[in-house]
Nanobody, 124 residues
Framework: QVQLVESGGGLVQAGGSLRLSCAAS????????MGWFRQAPGKEREFVAT????????YYADSVKGRFTISRDNSKNAVYLQMNNLKPEDTAVYYC?????????????????WGQGTQVTVSS
């Protein structure tokens, strides 16, 4: 069983930055890839970023590439999402999720544990 708890969301002006954190329980955290997803009101949950089990590779949605950075610290059972140059269209609830495998995956079906989400609101 894995529990994921996100934190770090909030209200920020366009152009600002936020750093989301996801704390994971369980001894197998370091064996799996992790991902960040987001869901805006009335929209489907969408992929944001993913990172391999050892942090060696990352992959981003085109909409956030060059602005967001995913990282992890396996010694702390944590994964992070640094978000820079935020835009109003980044407003959403952000979720971290554990992948079923160690390597990069984009689709939601490839993830089996999810956090409760943290709200990010970007004002214009």
């Amino acid at each position: 069983q894995v529990q994921l708890v996100e934190s770090g969301g909030g209200l920020v002006q366009a152009g600002g930055s936020l750093r989301l954190s996801c704390a994971a329980s369980g001894r197998t955290f370091s064996m799996y890839a992790m991902g960040w997803f987001r869901q805006a009101p009335g929209k489907e949950r969408e992929f944001v970023a993913t990172i391999t089990w050892n942090g060696g590779s990352t992959y981003y949605a085109d909409s956030v590439k060059g602005r967001f950075t995913i990282s992890r610290d396996n010694s702390k059972n944590a994964v992070y999402l640094q978000m820079n140059n935020l835009k109003p269209e980044d407003t959403a609830v952000y979720y971290c999720a554990k992948a079923r495998v160690p390597y990069l995956k984009v689709g939601k079906d490839n993830y089996d544990y999810w956090g409760q989400g943290t709200q990010v609101t970007v004002s214009s």
